[in-house]
Nanobody, 115 residues
Framework: QVQLVESGGGVVQAGGSLRLSCTAS????????MRWYRQAPGKQRELVAT???????NYADSVKGRFTISRDNAKNTVYLEMNSLKVEDTAVYYC?????????WGQGTQVTVSA
């Protein structure tokens, strides 16, 4: 059974920074596509950032230039560095590990950005 555990959320003022972490149990972490999603109250879950096993990244337009996804395969951990945070970044952030026939989610971590 694979578990993904997110951490690093919290309350920060607009313009501040946070770094989220997501650590996976089990094997095969390095071959997973890792993604961060977020879901704000009353809104659909949206894809924020993607990192492939080969190191290719992709970001939602709303976070480009402010957020950075990275991974440490030795620690089975993916990170989301979030800078210049805005009130509209407030959401529960989820990490996702995917490969064919493999799709796991973390429980989420709350990020609240105050004005």
């Amino acid at each position: 059974q694979v578990q993904l555990v997110e951490s690093g959320g919290g309350v920060v003022q607009a313009g501040g920074s946070l770094r989220l972490s997501c650590t996976a149990s089990g094997s095969g972490f390095s071959i997973n596509v890792m993604r961060w999603y977020r879901q704000a109250p009353g809104k659909q879950r949206e894809l924020v950032a993607t990192l492939t096993p080969g190191g290719i990244t992709n970001y939602a337009d709303s976070v480009k230039g402010r957020f950075t996804i990275s991974r440490d395969n030795a620690k089975n951990t993916v990170y989301l560095e979030m800078n210049s945070l805005k009130v509209e970044d407030t959401a529960v952030y989820y990490c996702n590990a995917w490969r064919p026939s493999f799709d796991y989610w973390g429980q989420g971590t709350q990020v609240t950005v105050s004005a």
